[in-house]
């Protein structure tokens, strides 16, 4: 360069790095609830977002008991209570409009003896991007909490043990450095954090269908009895139509769509659906506020950690949405990896040993529980295979005739995870046979 011209051109950047203890990659609702448990447990964390706010796309509108009680833990459940809506009839099961919408069995939070269960309602409903605002303010609200939005991973190096974490991302006006102590990837289904690690994806996408997502503003209660949750039955309408939160909040409709149906096509079989779904006067009259269509997946990662990198919900398993147990299983894993974090930097624990454990538990919880549930909750809705009809038959038989079977899944649904990983001082909580399976079995250790 002409000497002349260095007063003008400007001096080449300092490479700077920016530190935490630990980096967590995606403000979904799983990577904020890691965040604020860490912060309230005094861990300097530092969130990387790709997007410029929480994602806003209609997904997960139903939070279980079981969850409820790990977003009380953190304080959050006043906010989660207040802006959502609780169901407090159960969940009906019932033909689709088009086949005359009779009830087939109903799960009655009414029929649950008064005071069996800590929470006696079947959930929260409330759309998941409100769920993910409420706990970003909570964590705003902590001194050692950062966050950097408009930053997308872009890769990460590991050196040696002793050595910190290097991450990459691309900001808003170029790359940007980072370095910590652990990485959380908590980036979703298509987690980048996992491909750069080539971390397989494993197990299988549903092909007999696709599934919309739509959100619409319709008076499901005022004609024909839904209630807040409702699953139609059908080998083709099969569909979930259900509150996305208090008031008037738009409902959920979720229905499938074959696979042979071209993406530019997928969105049009809409009306020609809710004209086989909603019930109530025609023509119809409803306002349609969003409708994506998505793949779903059963698929787990081959392991949940390499080195001082954790994955972490979605960006760990995906399962299809039937029955709510993607984001709840993320959750749990939140906590569970926070309250290792927790031990580590706190309690100096022996910190390899106790993340291959949340990594071993963790993905045992998904293989064992959520893979199987959910697969059920999807066949009990869509399937007519002559075994899995015999097997829903039995259920519903159960549900109508036998008054204990409420009490039962108020039960299951309330189970208190024995939480073998919080810290000492704050596991009093007695365990529980199926808390033991969700939380992972106490026989898979390592
Ligand atoms: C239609 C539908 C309905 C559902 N209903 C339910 C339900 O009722 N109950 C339930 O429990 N589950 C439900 N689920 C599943 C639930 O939505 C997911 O389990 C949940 O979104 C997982 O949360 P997460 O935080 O792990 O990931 P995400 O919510 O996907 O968040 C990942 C975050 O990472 C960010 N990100 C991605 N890549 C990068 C990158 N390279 N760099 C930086 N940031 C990045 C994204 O922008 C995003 O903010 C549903 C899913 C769908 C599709």
């Known amino acids: 360069m002409n000497p002349n011209y260095a007063s003008i051109v400007p001096t080449a950047d300092e490479t700077s790095i920016e530190h935490a203890q630990v980096i967590i990659v995606g403000a979904g609702p799983v990577g904020l609830l890691a965040a ?179 959100n619409v503003k319709y008076d499901f209660e005022g004609y024909g009895g839904f209630t807040t949750a409702n699953m139609i039955v059908d080998e083709e309408d099969w569909a979930v139509i259900a ?42 009259k409803y306002e349609l506020v969003s409708a994506n269509p998505y793949w779903a997946h059963q698929r787990v990662a081959a392991t949940f950690k390499v080195g001082k990198v954790l994955l972490c919900g979605d960006a760990g398993h995906s399962n299809n949405p039937i029955g709510g147990l993607g984001l709840t299983t993320g959750l749990l894993d939140a906590a569970a990896l926070a309250n290792c974090f927790l031990r580590i930097y706190n309690h100096n624990e022996y910190a390899d040993a106790l993340l291959e454990r949340y990594a071993k538990v963790r993905r045992d919880a998904w293989i064992n529980y959520t893979d199987p549930q959910s697969i059920d909750f999807k066949l009990r809705v869509h399937s007519f295979h002559p075994e899995v009809q015999a097997a829903r038959d039995g259920f519903f038989n159960a549900l109508n005739t036998d008054p204990s079977m409420h009490l039962k899944m108020a039960t299951m649904m309330n189970e208190v995870i024995e939480d073998e990983f919080a810290l000492p001082e704050l596991n009093g909580l007695p365990g529980t046979e199926a808390n033991d399976i969700i939380q992972g079995s106490k026989s898979g250790k390592d």
Request: aromatic share 8%.
């Open 36 to 214: 604020l448990k860490l912060a309230q447990g005094g861990i300097d964390v530092l969130l990387v977002e790709a997007d410029k706010q929480v994602l806003q796309s209609p997904r997960a509108t139903t939070y279980m008991p079981i969850v409820l009680n790990e977003l009380e833990k953190v304080g959050l459940f006043p906010d989660i209570e207040k802006a959502g809506h609780k169901n407090k009839e159960g969940i009906i099961f019932r033909k689709s409009h088009a086949k005359g919408g009779e009830t087939l069995a109903q799960l009655k939070m009414a029929q649950v003896p008064k005071g069996s269960v800590k929470y006696d309602f079947a959930g929260i409903h409330l759309g998941q991007q409100t769920l993910a605002e409420i706990i970003l303010s909570h964590c705003e609200k902590q001194k050692t909490f950062r966050i950097r939005w408009g930053h997308r991973f872009a890769g990460v190096k590991q050196s040696g043990e002793a050595d910190p974490v290097s991450v990459t991302c691309v900001g808003p006006v170029g790359e940007k450095f980072f370095s910590c102590d652990y990485l959380i990837a908590a980036d979703g289904a298509g987690s980048a954090v996992r491909r750069s690690l080539c971390i397989p994806f494993e197990g299988f996408t549903w092909q007999d269908f696709r599934f919309v997502a739509s």
């Open 243 to 284: 509150r996305t939160g208090p008031g008037d909040a738009p409902w959920r409709v979720a229905f499938g769509v074959r696979t042979d149906i071209p993406e530019a096509d997928i969105l049009k079989q809409l009306p020609a659906k809710y004209e086989r779904l909603l019930p109530g006067p025609r023509p119809l």
